[in-house]
């Protein structure tokens, strides 16, 4: 994915401010990238929508607390990236997730032995599982990174994406009637 | 044989791996393989096409952020006026100053003028030196104070209120007369 998230100064100091139509210019900036991360992480598109959504309030409302330290994509990064974690633990907790690919969020059984590509391979994680693969394997972030947004263990993170891993093995290898 | 494990293979991906992981990978076919691919799955993941949302969500997030705005700003509108309404009120009223203590104070204004005027008096006897300009200012400060002194003999200013106020003013005023009287005075007279 190559998708430029060059903002220019004079935009950010007039977001800052206030001014709308910076405000507007951000969001324009990182629409896509925001969307693409809430997406590859959550399952539902309405979901991503709304992490969309969620990220540009807390921007519009936090945009004075940034310092201009490091990449600003990354500091909308973070908070992008928390919004969705923060609705797969709430559709956790609503649905009893255990984190558990085998059990809880995991691909139908009709899917398991189909030949899917790596797209629809990810679609077939569990929540968790996919977010951590993205999250590492893609946006770049270390697993100490992941468990303290995730609140979980650096032990988790690396596990999940281990089991991760091993399922997109066995859903990208096994042949169509497998 | 024992191989690596998916943990073992995502370590060595990412320059973690332990030293018997990396010997074996080196070594055994099937682990370079499994290595291999996952180069090869996480370069496939980052090469994904972006995905774009449906909608446009901008209007949303403006009209939140425009009746964000409103809020805050009435909120704000109300509490200006209601602070403004509250010093009005202390100002005027003094309602934190009892009766008393207005008393208390009016009449410790009172003795802090006589007091000065025992200390004109006692310097106006030691004959000092006063240069012109010092007698400009002595007389302006004189012909107020007898304006207040004026006020205050009416009828006019009968209000605990008011009479403190001029009294305050006298008392002011006094102070700078003996800064230029004896001070300033007594100074030339060396």
């Known amino acids: 994915m190559t998708i430029s998230l060059a903002v220019s100064d004079i935009l950010v100091a007039r977001a800052k401010s206030g001014d709308l139509d910076a405000l507007e210019g951000l969001y324009r900036a990182f629409e896509t990238p925001v969307y693409n ?21 807390e921007v519009v409302k936090s945009i004075g607390t940034y310092r201009g330290d490091g990449h600003l994509w990354g500091w909308v990064r973070q908070i992008a990236a928390s919004k969705a974690l923060m609705k797969i633990r709430r559709e956790a907790v609503r649905a009893a997730d255990e984190f558990d690919e085998t059990t809880a969020g995991g691909a139908p059984a009709a899917a398991v032995g189909m030949n899917l ?10 929540d968790t599982g996919r977010a951590v693969v993205w999250m590492h394997d893609v946006e770049g972030y ?22 991760s891993h091993a399922r997109l093995r066995k859903l990208l290898a096994a042949g169509p009637e497998a | 044989m024992t191989h690596c ?12 791996g332990s030293a018997w992981a990396r010997r074996h990978a080196d070594g055994c076919e099937a682990c370079r393989k499994e290595l291999e691919a996952l180069y090869q799955r996480m370069a496939q993941l980052k090469a994904l096409p972006p995905r774009s949302p449906a909608r446009d969500r901008w209007p949303e997030i403006r009209t939140a952020v425009l009746a964000a705005r409103r809020r805050r700003n009435t909120r704000w509108a109300g509490w200006s006026m209601a602070a403004a309404a509250v010093l ?15 008393a208390g104070e009016l009449a410790r204004a009172r003795a802090t003028s006589a007091q000065l005027e025992d200390r004109l008096r006692s310097s ?16 302006q400060l004189e012909d107020q104070i007898a304006a207040i002194d004026g006020q205050l003999g009416t009828r006019s200013v009968s209000g605990v209120d008011a009479q403190l106020q001029l009294w305050q003013q006298r008392v002011n005023l006094m102070n700078q007369l003996v800064q230029v009287r004896v001070v300033r005075a007594s100074y030339v007279g060396l």
């Open chain 1, 37 to 57: 991360l809430a997406r590859r992480i959550l399952r539902n598109a309405e979901d991503a929508e709304d992490v969309l959504q969620e990220t540009f309030l």
């Open chain 2, 124 to 139: 106006a006897s030691e004959g000092r030196v006063l240069t012109g300009r010092d007698a400009a200012v002595i007389a």
């Open chain 1, 142 to 163: 270390t697993h100490e990174e992941i468990a303290e947004m995730m609140g979980k263990t650096v032990s988790f993170s690396k596990s999940q994406l281990a089991r």
């Open chain 2, 5 to 16: 494990t998916m943990d073992d293979l995502l370590a060595l991906r990412d320059n973690e």
């Open chain 1, 117 to 126: 590509d790596l797209e629809r391979a990810l679609e077939h994680l569990s």
């Open chain 2, 88 to 102: 009005a009120g202390v100002m005027v009223f003094r309602p934190f100053a009892p009766p008393s203590a207005r």
